[in-house]
């Protein structure tokens, strides 16, 4: 079946497409629009201006992705089926009214094009910046009026967890330069690390799909922390891949340097599996605003101490739910994900345990479609029906 992806919960507007097949799944189109540089001027994301970027750049997006597939036929007249549209027009417009932009741009497609054989679309309804996710959620509600397609509304952090369990296939068919991946079958039970920008969970899974959270954040997220650490040290946003290139330049040249500036290692002794990260930000603050002239060097050894305090409470928190559950695998996902760091540490840890790692590629880490429309795959494959009546929710749970 042929599955379009759609995710808008953050502030990079995607669209994936793809063709899945028992465990088999192939990408027919993948594009992606990073807002990245544009909120950077801002230090952070700005909620409405990403709902607008989102508006702006859902329907190009979706029209690249179907040329990329080979699925854009040009639309043949036909005064009947014409008509037909011209009825559907009022309803779009109904669906779209709070979404400014989405209306023309998706009407000129409309009539541009045939309807694709897409079988399903799935949309990230949650977690994530609620006006972000109303503008993919109504954009699928469109296309699915517009298309007579259903939905499938899925959940952003599942997507991070599915896309971990794939490996390249080996009958990749270089000719067709389409990327197809085999679904692992996971070991359960599995801890899953979710580690974003508003993620820090622990995930016991025991079986497909069977999620209970049992350790959280008490207040700031990994990836927020990275984040604001980053700014404090003058680095721009977002800051994780900066402090990670830091860190790494200092541990290279400097790999027996005792830390000068020490930090805390967050409730790493506090027997349970909960995180906290606000204090060490503010720890980072204090010691920034002791040093009189700061320079690259101290810059340097600060990311350095920083992504060693963090890392070690993560893969002491993970090795914990591990042998807490019995678990027999670790699963990784979550932009954070995309650290080196954190990943040698946690192949190491389950080399440790004996225990099989899974973590998406770096490509697949951060937000993107084709997770989403993984896990729309693997909740139709196990029954989940479609829906037409749900909503966006911001904090929507595994
Ligand atoms: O999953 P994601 O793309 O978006 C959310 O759902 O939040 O995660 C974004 C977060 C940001 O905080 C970013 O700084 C962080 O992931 N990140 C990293 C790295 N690459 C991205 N953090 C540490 N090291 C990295 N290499
Ligand atoms: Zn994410």
Redesign the pocket.
Known sequence: MIILGIET????TAICLIEAKDNSVKILGNQLYSQVALHAQYGGVFPMMAKREHGKNLTPLLEKCLEEAGMAESRILNIELDKKLNSKFKILNSILIREEGLFEPLLELAQKIEKPKIDAIAVTNGP?LEPALWVGVSFAKALSTLWNIPVIPTN?MEG?VVVAALEPSQKLKVESRKLEYKIKTINYPAIALL?????TQLVLIKDNLNYEIVGNTKDD????A??KV?RILGLP?????Q??KLAEKERQEFPNKIPPFPLPRPMIHSHDLNFSFSGIKTAVLYTVQKITKMTDTIKQEIAKEF?DAVVEVIVKKTKEAVEQYGAQTIIM????S???K?RNDFTKLAEDLNIEFLVPEISA???NAFMIALAGYINIKAGKKPESEFRAKGNLSL
Do not use: L, R, W
């Open positions: 919960s953050c502030d990079e994530g952003h991070h580690i974003s920008g508003g993620h997220a990994i990836g927020e990275f984040d980053a946003y977002p800051g994780g891949p402090i990670s992504e996902g979550g932009g954070v995309a650290n080196k954190i880490s951060t937000d």
